[in-house]
Each structure stands twice: as C-alpha cells, then as structure tokens.
C-alpha cells in the first residue's frame, strides 16, 4: 500500500510503498476511505512534539480515518469484514481506573494495545527501519492494522468522507462542551478561536442548547465561519479586548469559556472572561516552556480551570450519536470540509492549513 | 456594650463602649455568646487587606459568632427573641442569578443587605466616625445586630463556644470538601495545610468517605492533630518534596487536592499532585501579586483547578447538618479550640495565632 511516511522533523511527508505484517489477535485491517488533516499532526511534521514516544522515524502520521473493514483477526467481536468503521486515537485499554470510570480518553494503558516489544510491527519496516504507528493508527495510508479498540462500527448510510473527521477534531469540540464542561441548556458560552477544533465546540454549544454563543477570533472571515456553525455573537479580539467585551456583553461574564487554540494568553483570557462559579476548558495545547497565570482571588470566587482531551470522548458511545446527528441533518460537517486532496497531495494540504486557509482538508483515497 | 474596635491598619484592637441603633425591618439584635478569632480578621489587622470594601475606620471585626437573638425587627421571619443562632458572613440576597443557582456563598448582592447609604448606619458612631461592620456581622463585640439573612438557628443543645466556631472555619474546611469538590466515598485525598481550615478538610474528607486522606504540613505537631481528624497518611513538607510523596503514596496521584494556607507553591503543589482528570481545590487565599502558574500539559490531561469560598455553604441549609454531626459524635469541634479568653486578651488571641500556637481561640463573653 502507499503512505505518506515521515523520516525527519522538521521534514516533508513522503510516499512510499510500505506492508502491514499479517493481522493478529484483536486487530482489524480498514482501507481507508478518507483521512482528515489534523493540526496536531502538523506539530510532528514541524519538530515541535517529538515522534519518539510513538517509537522514532521513520512513522507515519494521521490519526482522523474512516474506511471499511479488509480482515479480522482472531478475537475481534463486533466487527467483520465489510463493516463500516471510524478510528480514534483516543485508544482505551478497558481496565484501567480511568476507563472503569467512565473516562476511556484518559486510558492509562493504551500501550498494552500496541503489540508487545518481542513482536513484529504492525508494518513492516521500510529500508531495514521499524515504522512507527503514530496515534496508534498511521491513517495517512491506504490501509490501517489496529487493535480492535481503536474503531468504532458506524451505519454504511454515512458517508465515510465526512466520517472521518468525526474521529478526532469533531469529537473534540462537541466533546468538550458535551462531556468535559457538560455545557447546560440556557447557558452562556464564549469559545476563543474558530479553527475547526472551535466550529466544532460553537456547534456544540448550539446543540447543547446554550443562550449566548460568543464567537472570538482575529479574522473577520473566521467569525463569520463561525456565525454559521451557531455563534450569536462575534468578537474580533484584533479590535477590541475579547475579556472586557464578554464581560460587557454578558453582564459580568460567561457560564462556560472554551480555548481552542492553544497559547497562554488565550487560555488566561478564557479563565478572565468567567463569571463567579463558572468554567474554563481548555483545548489547546499550551507549549510547556509558557506556564497557564492565574489570579488566586479570581480563582477564589469559585471560578474553575480544566483540560479537555479529545472531547472526554468515550467513543463507542460518542460517535455514533455523533453521526445520528449529522444524518438527522443537526450537525454540520459538510461545510468543515473545505478541500478534497490525494495522498500524494498531502504537503500542499498541510500548507494550506498552516496558512490558515483551510477549516479542513481530507485525503481522499 | 464593649466591642474590640480597629481604629488603623496595620494597628491593634481597642475595647471601647460602642452603642447599636435601634432594629430595622429584617434586622435581629443578638447577644454573643462567643466568637471566633479567624484567620482572615488578622490579615486586615495587619493591613495586608483593605477594610475599606466594609467601610473604612474604625471598624469592628470579628465574623465567627453565636449567641442568643434579644430582640428582631419588623419582617423578620423565622427567629424571635431567645432562639439560639450561629452568624455567617456567607450572608445571600435570595434574588441573584447565584442564589438562586444554589450558590448563595456567590451571592452578587450582598451589599443590598446592609442599610441604605442614607440611612444610619447598624452601628453607632465613635468619636463622631461612623463604625463599620466588618464581614455584616462585626462580631468582636457584645451584641451584633445584623440582617437575618447573616444568621441561622440552631437546636438550644447545641453549646454556643463550639457553635461559633463552625459559622465560618469549620463550614469552609468541610464545605470545600461536601460542596465544592464533592468528594465522592473511597477517594484520595490530600490536604496541604494543618491549620484549623486544613484541619477541617481533613474530617469533611473522613466524614465524606474517602479512603486515602494525605495530611501535609512542614510541622510534625500540626500532622500529629491531622491524624486525629482522619489523616491516614501524613507527609512531613520540610522533609520531602510533598509532589513526590503523594504521587508515590498513591501510584499516581490524588483523585483531590486541597490548599488550605493560600500561598502560590502550595497551591501549585496541589494541582501537581493530581492524577489525570482529578480536582485541585484551592481554599487558600493566594496574594494577588502572586499567579498561580500551570503547566498546559498538565491541564489537559483533564486536570481541574478551582476555588472555595466559604466552602460554598448555603449555610440555612448545611450549618444545621454540621450541628447534627456535632451532637452525634461525629464532627471534632471541642479538639479544634484551644483557647478560651475575654474579649481583652484578643490582642494576645491574634499574637498567638499568628505565632502558630493556636487552632482555634475563641472569646468568651
């Protein structure tokens, strides 16, 4: 098969024709019907996160897939050949305390779902090098061999183009507002950056029934982007300062703010924006060399500050609700797939994204 | 009647004969029968808080008190003359959009319950000053007159001198823990902090069912009296790193943290000593020139910061429970006060506790 195989950070995506080794136990082998372009994996490409806590180069990225099943391996139960099926990387091991407490996005384990270190890869190695499974799942190739609970089984009504972005940057924003801050109907909700992983947490506000949805972003493009996807009011933080004018608008701050960008400052703004008692989440991953201030009397009047991981996603439950939704008509994904490349079309895709001209750029296989 | 009045800050407290003004609609004239020497008076005795949000000088501190209602003013409802009453500075509207989301200790209206600027203030003035009543309450004097919306009845079986104490020290350490994080049965736990509040989060932690309850302090004789509350495990600060310790302790990390000083390492320290997803609670009032730093990474791994206040006490609701607890035999209060003076000695109360001698003082009237 081909994949699109990183050999270096900062590097380029290469094509190469690479093997799965034969499927094992609790593994299935997908072809992938589309892969999504996800700005984390953007981050290995660039050298800013390290690939070796996936196992080093050479390794091949893409986390957000959809495609049909090729071949079970020997105690898969619940999927077979022909079945449509969604990957996440939010992988769960099913035992650990987080997963018996009904927090699988924070599996403890999830390395025992790699195949143990005495074994073969699960591809084969390319010019005598292992490749790395990134995330567990290696989407930017025709093909994945993944451990059975990394996919979740969707009806074949979906298309699977559209499906494939629910199994990371949609998770994330619904997730977020639906599972981490559990977002009320009625509420107040600001949501700070309207990239993909931002469109996603707007219309999860919406869906979640929230009052207020105020939409924050520096280009007016992305605010009315944002306007589409439920935000009932927008603020350029380019023009005016994003705290004063929630608080502003809001009468003394909101219910729920969400970060969905990643940087220090707005991650501190999301936490001053909060009325007393109320919630900040936050997406973005804040590099760690910029520490997250707070004001202790702020925090004092029971304002709180969290994290969110891939949307608190319990995924075998989540998705699948998730793609009721997009059939019922209520969830929009057409409109967050703004380009439709080949694998060999891979680098120019991550490009545009970088550029910020894309919402979201699928591979097409 | 006598009251111990704070002329300047920082200052000491002087006995002078101060007078009320007659009762108001709504207001109750109670008589004390003790108050509490809390923490949070002597940062304003010290000037290292402006008493000028109550007012300005002179002004009577003191916000820990019980006693016996002598007489209640028109439209007061539920109390009458020789009803026993604990007084809270958790003081609420009943009308705001936090009280009547169950967060009265949020209350945005407090101030409604003072007097009309145009009217005469509750206290009389002293030397031609107008005295304000710190906290709505002012309770190092005699006789407090206040809005009844500041106090709560409680059963007459209830002893006055252990009933002061629970209006503000006791509610917050246990609130933080029933209330505001919800700690659930068979948990972690680890406190920072000795002190009385530490104290106290350290019982609500026994009484609420958690399995684990960490005690840590720099001072074996603060986590000698932490085991008597229900440490089961006590970490000495000035001999190991506590971040270390706990995570070692509980192979990981606490499910809650509670910082019970209010200093920006400690409060740092408690958010570090988390396992994934689980909940820093943060009592401790942090100096606004100090920011509490967190790291993105570790926030995101679903971790949660937050504040307490006043242990987010509906006090008609919770005090009541507390002094059940109390008569029961199940909640320490005789073990918390170590100190019985007259309201003469309370120069000497503060100077006490501030050199760490003292849990809780109490004046005797």
Known sequence: MRAAVLKKAPGKLEI???KTTPVGPQ???VRLAASGLCHSDLHYIEGKYDVAMWGGFPAILGHEAAGIVEEVGDNVAGFKKGDHVIACSSIYCGRCRQCISGNPALCENKQSLQRAPTERRRLESLDGKPISQFGNISGFAECILVHQNALVKIVDEMPLDRAAIIGCGVSTGLGAVFRTARVEPGSTVAVIGCGGIGLNTIQGARLAGAANIIAIDTLDLKL???RKFGATEV???SKVD???EVIRITNGGVDYSFEAIGLKKTAEQAFQMLRKGATATIIGMVPRDQKIELDGF???SERKIQGSIMGSIRFPIDIPAYVTMYLQGRLKLDELITGRIALDQINEGYAELKA????????VF
Chains 1, 2 share one sequence.
Do not use: D, F, S, W
């Not at 910020?356 to 750029?361: C, E, L, P, Q, V």
């Open 235 to 237: 603020v350029n933080a």
């Open 27 to 29: 593994e299935v082998l």
């Open 16 to 18: 190469e024709q690479v």
């Open 356 to 363: 910020g001209k894309a919402i979201r750029t699928i591979i």
């Open 224 to 226: 009315e982007a944002a």
């Open 242 to 244: 994003p705290v004063k």
């Open 298 to 300: 702020e925090l004092l």
